[in-house]
């Protein structure tokens, strides 16, 4: 009986991640060599073949030769790193996300209207760094779960605002904004989040299909924020069992005996040709029956 493939989309990369491959690949053929701090995209295999073409990681814009060319990361960086870069005459490339740039834009107003600023996400993330400088790094505060809230400070005599991290899975935070609301009323959005509709998109599929198949398989880097929300979101959803793997080789020893019925999606930095070799491997080793499930039948489902 042949093993049923459930190819969900969206899938793969977003807006935001095909402008920052884009210019890289572009820049790449115009300098020959540039250089980075962040990975432009948080994929393992799309960034060892920028480094095959002659991009090179360094630790800080301190380790950069002055007058080279510096590229930014879909993350975006803080203003003082451009500075730093601008003292140093780095010609720079910024391939910031244009939702996170509003989003930066945003939290620089609010710090300029001397707003105390609440960021939810992962204080170890890029963007989140990133955001932390646009809002001077002063009266921010990052929270990553309920209890960060508890010990917040009084903010009674302040107007507060808060942001989310782009990248996370709305349900999983909506208990924080939540108790947010609840600590300090009045508190400020943008919107009910900053969320990118992308990364929604995506896990409100996987949501809709986990609990109908035996395995989703989540094709995405382990350090890619969005890659794990959307194993999460599975796991979530009633899943029996979902997995994140860089690759199809990252399946080499998997136990697939029971196994009829597979999801598969991938994270928005994901290259879609890592997906179709992912295809290519179950054919050779089952036999498989491949089906498109996208936004409109997990609506229609729904």
């Known amino acids: 009986m042949p093993i049923t493939c459930y190819l969900l989309s969206p899938r793969g990369f977003c807006s935001g991640v095909t402008r920052a491959v884009s210019m890289a690949n572009q820049v790449l053929k115009l300098y020959g060599t540039v250089y ?3 990975d432009i995209i948080h994929n ?148 009910e989040s900053n969320i990118c509709y992308a990364t929604k998109e995506r896990q409100e599929v996987v949501r809709r299909i986990a609990s109908s198949v035996d395995l989703v398989i989540v094709v995405g880097s382990s350090h890619s924020s969005n890659a794990k929300r959307l194993a999460e979101a599975a796991a979530d959803a009633g899943a ?24 598969i999606t991938s994270a928005a930095s994901t290259p879609e040709e890592i997906v179709q070799d992912l295809i290519c491997y179950l054919r050779e080793k089952f036999d498989i029956v491949v089906e498109e499930f996208n936004i409109q039948n997990a609506k229609s489902e729904g």
């Not at 029996?240 to 999801?263: M, T, V």
Request: proline share 3%; aromatic share 6%.
């Open 36 to 38: 980075i701090t962040e």
């Open 44 to 191: 393992k295999v799309f960034m060892k073949q920028l480094e095959e073409q002659g991009m090179i990681k360094v630790d800080s814009i301190d380790d950069i030769p002055d007058g080279s060319v510096v590229m930014f990361s879909a993350h975006g960086v803080s203003p003082q790193v451009i500075d730093k870069a601008e003292k140093k005459e780095l010609t720079i490339i910024d391939a910031t996300c244009p939702i996170v740039k509003t989003i930066q834009n945003q939290a620089k107003a609010a710090a300029d209207s001397s707003k105390k600023i609440i960021i939810i996400g992962n204080r170890s993330h890029a963007e989140i760094i990133a955001l932390m400088g646009y809002a001077n790094n002063t009266g921010v505060y990052v929270v990553s779960n309920e209890m960060d809230v508890d010990i917040l400070p009084d903010f009674s005599n302040d107007e507060v605002i808060y942001f989310t991290q782009t990248t996370l899975d709305y349900s999983m935070i909506e208990s924080v904004i939540k108790k947010l609301k609840k600590k300090i009323p009045g508190i400020q959005s943008t919107d």
């Open 240 to 263: 029996k069992r979902s997995i994140l793997i860089d690759s199809k080789e990252d399946l080499q020893d998997y136990d697939f005996n029971g196994i009829k019925s597979i999801a």
